[in-house]
């Protein structure tokens, strides 16, 4: 059973890709996710198909993507993630990367690498946390230091999704130290580069399939022509890479409780207490109203998110709101699904307990929930 939220009137989208993503998610996604989740197989064969399929979508056609635009992402995301929230996480930040080295000033970079990106030939990460700078990015110390003909990287990144697969690593670095944002580059390694170590995966309460580990630099060369934003201009494109990607979790935790009401209203249609469907008690019918409630207030504070990337104009303070609240109503959502299910939602089978813990995972990307409240608290203090 499909649970239909209401049409959104969120502009013109791509529906054909938009079916072959929910496609996707039933044929590859659904019937993996539990064994991808407890670490008994890699979704890296995986990943690199739905790369090629879903990667491009918000790259215009003359660089090689498919021009759909954000709309279309935020969907895709949503049909992905209503079966497996940590894969389509994975996706969402090879895709960041890729969006990113698209729009790099660096055009001899960025013709070398994007077709790599967008084919799924390479997987991408994002290294901008380290294992003392996570909320405040400003206080980063991984060093590029000036050499011949480039920079020698020395430091420590933590958190990197994608580090078990990726091939590429857009690595934000500090070129002068003291200096804050302004001393910031973003530089490209190659998975191969001498003194760039990768380490095991992290042991997480859920979305394994997103690859996670930590990784070191010790004296890795990255030559001027990896430098994919200099100086002066990285800082920003890293906070702009992040709104983007706040936009992507929120499409995700909705799509998570989509696929969280399919399961609850196929199990309340089905399930007899009392002498009747489960469906047929009103107490049943409040728990998954309020629900759908929360799926439709935060699909819609998404999409006007989504518009506003849309027009060029994104809206930080808009995206915060978004993704605080669809992480916090998603995780709402599943749990409320789980007890639809009774005891039966407790069972791994039923992939509500591994989507449940995903969403929390998100919580913590891209910027916590208190980290959404400093940006929302700033523009009101703007207001006072
Ligand atoms: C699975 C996963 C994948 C990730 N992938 C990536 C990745 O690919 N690339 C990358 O760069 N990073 C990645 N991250 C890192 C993520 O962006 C950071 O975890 C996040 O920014 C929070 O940083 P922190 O964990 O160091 O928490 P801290 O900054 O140490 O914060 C600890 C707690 O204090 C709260 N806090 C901090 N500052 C304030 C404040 N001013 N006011 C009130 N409360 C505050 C936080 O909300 C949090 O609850 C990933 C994280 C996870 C969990």
């Known amino acids: 059973m499909t649970y239909q939220p209401l049409a959104l009137a969120h502009g013109p989208v791509n529906q054909d890709r938009i079916a072959e993503a929910a496609d996707f998610a039933d044929r590859i996604l659904a019937p993996n996710a539990e064994a991808w989740d407890k670490g008994e197989a890699s979704p890296e064969t995986a990943l690199r198909d739905a790369i090629s399929r879903f990667a491009g979508t918000a790259v215009p056609r003359d660089l090689g993507g498919f021009g759909d635009g954000v709309a279309t992402q935020v969907r895709i995301y949503e049909e992905l993630a209503r079966r497996d929230m940590g894969f389509t996480c994975a996706l969402a930040v090879h895709t960041n990367v890729t969006v990113a080295i698209s729009v790099s000033p660096n055009v001899a970079l960025r013709d070398a690498v994007l077709p790599r990106l967008l084919s799924g030939k390479a997987v991408g990460a994002f290294l901008l946390t380290e294992p003392g700078a996570g909320s405040d990015a400003t206080a980063i110390t991984t060093h590029a230091q000036p050499v011949d003909g480039g920079y020698a990287v020395t430091g420590r990144k933590a958190w990197v999704t994608n580090g078990l697969y990726a091939d590429i690593f857009a690595a934000f670095c500090q070129t002068d130290p003291g200096s804050g944002a302004r001393g910031v580059a973003a530089l490209g390694f190659a998975?191969?580069?001498?003194?760039?170590?990768?380490?095991?995966?992290?042991?997480?309460?859920?979305?394994?399939?997103?690859?996670?580990?930590?990784?070191?630099?010790?004296?890795?060369?990255?030559?001027?022509?990896?430098?994919?934003?200099?100086?002066?201009?990285?800082?920003?494109?890293?906070?702009?890479?992040?709104?983007?990607?706040?936009?992507?979790?929120?499409?995700?935790?909705?799509?998570?409780?989509?696929?969280?009401?399919?399961?609850?209203?196929?199990?309340?249609?089905?399930?007899?207490?009392?002498?009747?469907?489960?469906?047929?008690?009103?107490?049943?019918?409040?728990?998954?109203?309020?629900?759908?409630?929360?799926?439709?207030?935060?699909?819609?504070?998404?999409?006007?998110?989504?518009?506003?990337?849309?027009t060029g104009r994104?809206?930080?303070?808009?995206?915060?709101?978004?993704?605080?609240?669809?992480?916090?109503?998603?995780?709402?959502?599943?749990?409320?699904?789980?007890?639809?299910?009774?005891?039966?939602?407790?069972?791994?089978?039923?992939?509500?307990?591994?989507?449940?813990?995903?969403?929390?995972?998100?919580?913590?990307?891209?910027?916590?929930?208190?980290?959404?409240n400093v940006v929302i608290g700033r523009s009101l203090k703007a207001q006072a």
């Open 191 to 310: 998975r191969t580069t001498p003194g760039l170590t990768v380490e095991p995966a992290l042991d997480l309460i859920g979305s394994t399939a997103m690859g996670t580990t930590d990784l070191t630099f010790d004296a890795a060369f990255a030559p001027e022509q990896a430098v994919a934003f200099a100086p002066g201009t990285a800082f920003k494109a890293a906070m702009y890479g992040i709104d983007v990607a706040r936009l992507g979790v929120a499409a995700m935790c909705n799509g998570a409780a989509m696929g969280a009401m399919d399961r609850a209203l196929a199990y309340a249609a089905d399930r007899q207490t009392f002498g009747r469907a489960l469906i047929d008690h009103q107490g049943m019918q409040w728990i998954l109203s309020d629900a759908a409630t929360a799926i439709e207030a935060s699909r819609s504070l998404t999409f006007q998110a989504a518009r506003h990337f849309e």
């Open 314 to 372: 994104p809206d930080a303070t808009l995206t915060a709101h978004a993704k605080k609240l669809a992480t916090r109503s998603g995780f709402d959502t599943i749990s409320q699904a789980m007890r639809a299910l009774g005891a039966n939602g407790l069972k791994r089978g039923h992939g509500l307990a591994r989507q449940l813990a995903a969403v929390r995972v998100s919580e913590c990307m891209d910027g916590t929930g208190e980290i959404m």
